[in-house]
């Protein structure tokens, strides 16, 4: 895909519109300098350089990737007008696009047509706006999450001032249902978080299973999507159904775009399974609404001012890239082939060894030390990933993620315990194009043990 040409052409059409409207001179206190705009050009050019390459499939450290190029473009074109989503005052074609690209989210998580959701500038705001209705509609109750869900849920329970319940995690890393039961028998929780698709491991934790849990002590299920949520195109493929069909029966979820939805930061989602809830949002505002009786987003959202353009990114990448197992499923799907296939050659491998089987692209491994302790798997793994991003030729970026001692055991009991725990790789293979790279990327990972 030509960039350079959609670019060209997205800039002239912007020209175009504004033509219509007459020209003007822009005001004196606007105008630079040529010279001293090339000059801070040139300056942030060189300073950008000085980032990793998330764009090259020799990068599979953190959850980071580019922007498809159209969502670049859609991106591009909404800004130069610069919307605000907050009132169809703001982005009026913006704003119809957030509808469209919400609804085709809702109908892809199994969510009927009466359902409620926006967009949001993350995955942590949106969670804000699921954990704020939990709390509205059980204010007395708190809020229960896997030890393994993201700290987002601990830290915005703490904003909201409600008590937060970390539950226990089995031996893959996903809530411990046992755990969780005898926490509801309490009383004292009125929402679970149920996470498909840890960001540590990626561990999809049992929706179904979950679901039948809380329902029989009346409280609510929120499913923090924002990682994993997308897999729900593969659903059927090498991935059990039941977790992700049960989505559809939840209460809310949330889902990052700009993880696997191809867009720029900040693309969050937010769904609601009961559209009443929007009374909690109700609030007075006297200078906007005023453009059409329609509800405006902003009256059913935490945040204001909010770009349009994210919408339109979102909205140009889904008409070429549909929520379609053929569609935007085909990304999804080759980072899951490259997880397994990998999988497949660390368990082959004499120098590397699984820290736990990849259940979406994320893999975890770690060297085989000798002797096989806790600190020296935890020194060699830091000792490869520092030693792979800093080569002057051919690095490679990878990350760690630390496991207690408890966790290291129920799945390798052979390690010796000689210290709380220890560090081990993890590779983030959401960049469809790390299916080709694989055996390169694994060749380099072998060469720095």
Same mark, same amino acid.
């Given at each position: 895909m030509d960039l350079q040409h959609w670019l060209n052409e997205a800039l002239a059409n912007h020209e175009k519109w504004t033509a219509d409207y007459g020209t003007f001179t822009p005001h004196s206190s606007l105008q630079v300098d040529p010279a001293l705009f090339g000059s801070a050009l040139a300056e942030l050019q060189d300073r950008l350089r000085d980032n990793y390459p998330f764009f090259h499939p020799?990068?599979?450290?953190?959850?980071?990737?580019?922007?498809?190029?159209?969502?670049?473009?859609?991106?591009?074109?909404?800004?130069?007008?610069?919307?605000?989503? &907050?009132?169809?005052?703001?982005?009026?074609?913006?704003?119809?696009?957030?509808?469209?690209?919400?609804?085709?989210?809702?109908?892809?998580f199994g969510y009927g047509d009466q359902h409620l959701g926006h967009l949001t500038s993350s995955g942590t705001?949106?969670?804000?706006?699921?954990?704020?209705?939990?709390?509205?509609? &059980?204010?007395?109750?708190?809020?229960?999450y896997s030890s393994e869900a993201h700290y987002t849920h601990s830290r915005m329970c703490g904003v909201l001032g409600i008590e937060g319940f970390p539950v226990a995690v089995d031996g893959l890393g996903r809530m411990d249902l046992d755990a969780l039961e005898e926490l509801l028998k309490t009383g004292k929780v009125g929402t679970v978080v149920v996470t498909p698709g840890t960001t540590a491991l990626g561990a999809i934790e049992p929706v179904h299973l979950v679901l039948d849990v809380a329902r029989r002590y009346d409280a609510r299920v929120h499913v923090d999507g924002a990682y994993g949520g997308f897999f729900t195109l593969l659903a059927g493929t090498d991935l059990a159904p039941e977790p992700w069909e049960a989505i559809g029966s939840c209460d809310s979820v949330v889902v990052d775009p700009h993880k696997h939805g191809l867009q720029p930061y900040g693309c969050g989602a937010v769904l609601f399974r009961d559209p009443s809830v929007g009374r909690f949002y109700l609030h007075d505002s006297p200078y906007t609404y005023f453009t059409s009786d329609e509800m405006h987003l902003g009256e059913i959202s935490l945040e204001c001012s909010r770009a349009g353009a994210a919408a339109a990114g979102l909205w140009l990448t889904l008409r070429l890239l549909p929520l379609t197992r053929d569609g935007l499923g085909e990304v999804l799907a080759a980072g899951r082939r490259t997880a397994v296939r990998w999988a497949s050659m660390i368990r082959e491998s004499e120098a590397l060894e699984?820290?736990?089987?990849?259940?979406?692209?994320?893999?975890?491994?770690?060297?085989?030390?000798?002797?096989?302790?806790?600190?020296?798997?935890?020194?060699?793994? &830091?000792?490869?990933?520092?030693?792979?991003?800093? $080569?002057?030729?051919?690095?490679?970026?990878?990350?760690?993620?630390? $496991?207690?001692?408890? $966790?290291?055991?129920?799945? &390798?009991?052979?390690?010796?315990?000689?210290?709380?725990?220890?560090?081990?790789?993890?590779?983030?293979?959401?960049?469809?194009?790390?299916?080709?790279?694989?055996d390169t990327l694994h060749a380099r990972v072998l060469s720095l043990l």
């Amino acid at each position: 895909m030509d960039l350079q040409h959609w670019l060209n052409e997205a800039l002239a059409n912007h020209e175009k519109w504004t033509a219509d409207y007459g020209t003007f001179t822009p005001h004196s206190s606007l105008q630079v300098d040529p010279a001293l705009f090339g000059s801070a050009l040139a300056e942030l050019q060189d300073r950008l350089r000085d980032n990793y390459p998330f764009f090259h499939p020799r990068y599979a450290g953190q959850m980071l990737k580019p922007p498809h190029p159209a969502a670049v473009v859609g991106y591009l074109s909404a800004m130069l007008i610069n919307p605000n989503n &907050h009132a169809l005052d703001g982005g009026p074609a913006t704003a119809a696009m957030e509808r469209e690209v919400v609804s085709d989210l809702a109908t892809m998580f199994g969510y009927g047509d009466q359902h409620l959701g926006h967009l949001t500038s993350s995955g942590t705001i949106a969670n804000l706006e699921a954990l704020f209705v939990a709390r509205s509609l &059980h204010p007395a109750r708190g809020v229960a999450y896997s030890s393994e869900a993201h700290y987002t849920h601990s830290r915005m329970c703490g904003v909201l001032g409600i008590e937060g319940f970390p539950v226990a995690v089995d031996g893959l890393g996903r809530m411990d249902l046992d755990a969780l039961e005898e926490l509801l028998k309490t009383g004292k929780v009125g929402t679970v978080v149920v996470t498909p698709g840890t960001t540590a491991l990626g561990a999809i934790e049992p929706v179904h299973l979950v679901l039948d849990v809380a329902r029989r002590y009346d409280a609510r299920v929120h499913v923090d999507g924002a990682y994993g949520g997308f897999f729900t195109l593969l659903a059927g493929t090498d991935l059990a159904p039941e977790p992700w069909e049960a989505i559809g029966s939840c209460d809310s979820v949330v889902v990052d775009p700009h993880k696997h939805g191809l867009q720029p930061y900040g693309c969050g989602a937010v769904l609601f399974r009961d559209p009443s809830v929007g009374r909690f949002y109700l609030h007075d505002s006297p200078y906007t609404y005023f453009t059409s009786d329609e509800m405006h987003l902003g009256e059913i959202s935490l945040e204001c001012s909010r770009a349009g353009a994210a919408a339109a990114g979102l909205w140009l990448t889904l008409r070429l890239l549909p929520l379609t197992r053929d569609g935007l499923g085909e990304v999804l799907a080759a980072g899951r082939r490259t997880a397994v296939r990998w999988a497949s050659m660390i368990r082959e491998s004499e120098a590397l060894e699984l820290y736990q089987e990849p259940e979406l692209d994320i893999v975890t491994y770690f060297p085989r030390t000798d002797p096989l302790s806790l600190s020296a798997v935890d020194a060699a793994s &830091h000792r490869v990933m520092e030693t792979g991003m800093n $080569a002057a030729v051919d690095p490679i970026f990878l990350s760690v993620a630390r $496991a207690s001692k408890t $966790a290291f055991a129920a799945r &390798h009991p052979e390690v010796e315990a000689d210290v709380d725990g220890a560090r081990v790789l993890r590779s983030v293979l959401m960049k469809p194009e790390s299916e080709d790279y694989l055996d390169t990327l694994h060749a380099r990972v072998l060469s720095l043990l």
